[in-house]
């Protein structure tokens, strides 16, 4: 199966990879070659999450400023089959591809839109990620710790969909964060979500000095 997907796709690749090597090959000064390198890499993604990274439709998550190694993680467990998916294109994204995109996307920094959330679900939300979220989800959502993704600002159905999937089994448990999720409600897992939701994206003042 594998075999026959990148034969189909051997077309694409190669272009894709000449792109590539050509903006290696010439630097920053064949800034019209990295333009067409980047609009080129994410032209099937677009259409959900835009050539920024931000997430189009309600569900869709925004991608940008996600560190590039976690972006490199996400994909290849799509890839793998080790994260289900409703998207088959997530799946047939070919090696070649994966490091172009996830540079692609941990570059951009566009200002993510606000999900509308509810402010007493936010305050029950922040009392259960104080106990049991911020060891990993580090500064509320907007750093990492043992490869927990930034979450802050991140769309609002996309969170409370993962944030259920892990307790209903449709996603896999990382290390440690089954033990967090001990006994939690639903109503909590959706108030953590929509505290994720409802921060600022931006690194505070006092992380910025390091
Ligand atoms: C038809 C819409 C659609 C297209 C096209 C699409 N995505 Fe997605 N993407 C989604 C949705 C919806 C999710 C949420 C999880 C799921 O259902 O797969 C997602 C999730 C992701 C995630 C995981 C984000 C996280 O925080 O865990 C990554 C990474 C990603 N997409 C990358 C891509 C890349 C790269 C492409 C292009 C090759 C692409 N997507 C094309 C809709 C899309
Ligand atoms: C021990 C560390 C740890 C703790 C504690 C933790 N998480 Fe996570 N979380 C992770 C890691 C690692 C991932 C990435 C999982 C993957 O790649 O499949 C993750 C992923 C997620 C995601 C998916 C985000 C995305 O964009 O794909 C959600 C939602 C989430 N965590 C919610 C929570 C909530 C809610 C809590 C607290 C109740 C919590 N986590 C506590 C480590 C942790």
Redo the contacts with the bound molecule.
Sequence with gaps: MAKNSSTRSVGKACFGNWLVTAALLFGSTASSVQGAESTDI????????GTDGL?F?P?????NG?PDY??TN??NA?QQGK?????K??R??TDA?VAP??RH?AQKKAQRPKSATNPDLVARGEAVYLKRCADCHVDNGRDSDKEA?LMAA?DLN?LI??TLAFKTGVRKFPFLMDGAYKDLADEDLTAAAHFFAAQEQEVPKKRRRR
């Design positions: 994410t032209r099937n993604c677009n259409e959900c999450h997430g439709k569900g869709v998550p925004h991608l996600q976690l972006l996400m994909i799509f994260r289900s998916t409703k998207v294109m997530h047939d994204i591809e995109l996830a996307y993704p991140q996309y969909d993962q």
